[in-house]
């Protein structure tokens, strides 16, 4: 097995982008804290069996990170305020090439609108009178919220206990959102 070789610079990009601290990455390597430090600042060679245990760490918590709400999600959100059109949910549906919006008021979800809401109001409106409505008039129930830690597939069963898309949170934070193509292709599209 050959391992590649990385710069100090490099192993210390990947521990981040794994989301590890030099603490957690040398307890699961079985080394000290020092060690890792030491390593990412150049001033130690390590043994080939000692990078070889820190880069098989690294990519197993990056390849666990593949299968989580963070890897599939869009961001940022957009989204409506519940005073904003009818009217610029359409436009905004169509720019983004979506089919429904999280509304919030006052930076706090309150419901969500969707496409097939809309296209159900054509039918007995005016559609002049109903680009003018406000969102709060149509406005849904909100769309489940998880965290960016939790699985594709829980993501999945809640996308197909038909709603139409997940919001995703960090540390309270709404900071993505995912529906059933973004899930659809994170299966199919490499």
């Given at each position: 097995?050959?391992?590649?070789?990385?710069?100090?610079?490099?192993?210390?990009?990947?521990?981040?982008?794994?989301?590890?601290?030099?603490?957690?990455?040398?307890?699961?390597?079985?080394?000290?804290?020092?060690?890792?430090?030491?390593?990412?600042?150049?001033?130690?060679?390590?043994?080939?069996?000692?990078?070889?245990?820190?880069?098989?760490?690294?990519?197993?918590?990056?390849?666990?990170?593949?299968?989580?709400?963070?890897?599939?999600?869009?961001?940022?959100?957009?989204?409506?305020?519940?005073?904003?059109?009818?009217?610029?949910?359409?436009?905004?549906?169509?720019?983004?090439?979506?089919?429904?919006?999280?509304?919030?008021?006052?930076?706090?979800?309150?419901?969500?609108?969707?496409?097939?809401?809309i296209l159900n109001k054509i039918k007995n409106e005016k559609i002049e009178?109903?680009?003018?409505?406000?969102?709060?008039?149509?406005?849904?129930?909100?769309?489940?919220?998880?965290?960016?830690?939790?699985?594709?597939?829980?993501?999945?069963?809640?996308?197909?206990?038909?709603?139409?898309?997940?919001?995703v949170e960090d540390n309270g934070k709404i900071v993505g959102i995912i529906?059933?193509?973004?899930?659809?292709a994170k299966q199919f599209i490499k």
């Amino acid at each position: 097995m050959v391992v590649d070789l990385v710069t100090p610079q490099e192993l210390r990009k990947l521990r981040k982008k794994a989301g590890l601290t030099q603490k957690e990455l040398a307890k699961r390597a079985g080394i000290s804290q020092s060690l890792i430090a030491r390593i990412e600042k150049g001033t130690v060679d390590p043994r080939l069996s000692t990078l070889r245990k820190i880069i098989n760490i690294i990519n197993e918590v990056l390849g666990e990170k593949k299968f989580l709400a963070r890897s599939i999600m869009s961001s940022p959100v957009i989204s409506l305020d519940v005073n904003d059109t009818i009217g610029k949910a359409i436009e905004l549906m169509w720019k983004y090439g979506i089919s429904q919006l999280p509304v919030f008021q006052n930076g706090k979800l309150v419901g969500s609108i969707r496409e097939d809401s809309i296209l159900n109001k054509i039918k007995n409106e005016k559609i002049e009178d109903l680009l003018n409505k406000k969102v709060y008039e149509l406005k849904e129930e909100s769309f489940p919220i998880v965290n960016v830690e939790t699985s594709i597939e829980e993501i999945g069963r809640i996308l197909l206990s038909g709603k139409p898309a997940v919001l995703v949170e960090d540390n309270g934070k709404i900071v993505g959102i995912i529906t059933k193509i973004d899930l659809i292709a994170k299966q199919f599209i490499k």
